[in-house]
């Protein structure tokens, strides 16, 4: 079968205004769900709220920061969204969180690459000034998660171990946001802290997301665990890890000085049975790519619930 070739933006877009362009750009539906997460590493391990300053400046920093990640991404993948677009159908699909605006709009041309990367430089200034006034090692880690987000991009087409850097992505914010409140935090609970999300993301979001795209990325000859390692063999990954997400949850409210009693333990354990252990269960009985998609979108929101545990403990 030929590709079926797309040389033209969709005309159902054009008249958005621009600055819903950006945020489509950034991913910001997704981007503000990821913002629980350094609130969560933070919270975890200072065990009580911070100043009200910190507070301000780390959700300016935060939004700043994961804005910033997530168009790089799209510049980054500017000639490979431009390849996908023209051998592929479905650019945008509704039920995709990340696809809830426009996905890859510098790609499909209603932003210029110029006007993607003055977008992500300055939301990357912003970054880095409240990254450095938080700790200077924010900083750092803000600097290698652009990095590893650039590895990973450049490693679509070489190999499906661009899903372990991908980890390293979604977990430099939980370190960051401990770092924002502690300049010396224990290292065994930012390597708990960082196994626990890299597993989530691993299992929740990267292979999942891939798993819905195996026909996309075949066309593209992508290197991803379900091409790669076929489906059989991205069920167990997903499911064991997201397993192994939810018994590192206990371990880091154990490790955290937040005395968590039994209640919040459980509640602990039912999200991550909810969220993502049982459709992620569902998609290994399956392997129906619907489930890939719901599995990724549910899983979204982990952090989050989360996070309202966590607060809501401190605040009883």
């Not at 430089?121 to 450095?132: E, K, R």
């Not at 224990?186 to 891939?210: K, R, T, Y």
């Not at 392997?287 to 990724?296: I, T, V």
Request: glycine content about 6%.
């Amino acid at each position: 079968m030929k590709d079926t070739l797309i040389t033209q933006p969709t005309l159902s877009y054009s008249g958005l205004p621009r600055l819903k362009l950006f945020w489509a750009l950034s991913r910001t539906p997704h981007g503000l769900l990821d913002m629980a997460t350094p609130a969560l590493g933070a919270l975890l391990w200072l065990g009580h709220f911070p100043s009200f300053e910190v507070i301000i400046l780390g959700l300016i920093t935060t939004f700043a920061g994961y804005t910033a990640v997530y168009s790089l991404n799209d510049i980054i993948d500017y000639h490979t969204d431009k390849e996908k677009i023209r051998r592929c159908v479905d650019v945008d699909i509704e039920c995709d969180l990340d696809a809830m605006m426009i996905r890859h709009p510098m790609a499909q041309g209603y932003l210029s690459f110029k006007e993607g990367l003055l977008w992500t430089a300055t939301w990357s200034i912003v970054t880095i000034l409240g990254a450095y006034y938080l700790h200077p090692v924010c900083v750092a880690i803000f600097i290698i998660g652009c990095v590893l987000e650039t590895v990973y991009c450049l490693l679509f087409k070489v190999s499906h171990l661009r899903t372990l850097v991908s980890g390293g992505v979604k977990t430099a914010g939980a370190i960051a946001g401990v770092f924002a409140v502690d300049p010396y935090p224990s290292p065994l609970f930012l390597l708990m802290l960082l196994f626990w999300l890299f597993l989530w993301e691993i299992g929740g979001q990267n292979v999942p997301n891939d798993w819905t795209d195996i026909e996309e990325d075949r066309r593209l000859h992508a290197q991803t665990i379900p091409v790669r390692l076929g489906l059989d063999q991205a069920k167990v990954i997903i499911l064991g890890s997201l397993i192994l997400s939810v018994i590192l949850a206990m371990v880091v409210f154990y490790v955290s000085p937040i005395s968590f009693e039994f209640p919040y333990v459980v509640a602990s354990v039912s999200t991550g049975l909810c969220f993502f252990v049982l459709p992620a269960f569902l998609l290994y009985k399956t392997k129906a790519s619907p489930y890939a998609m719901a599995l990724f979108n549910m899983s979204s929101y982990y952090p989050l619930a989360m996070l309202i545990i966590v607060v809501t403990k401190l605040l009883i």
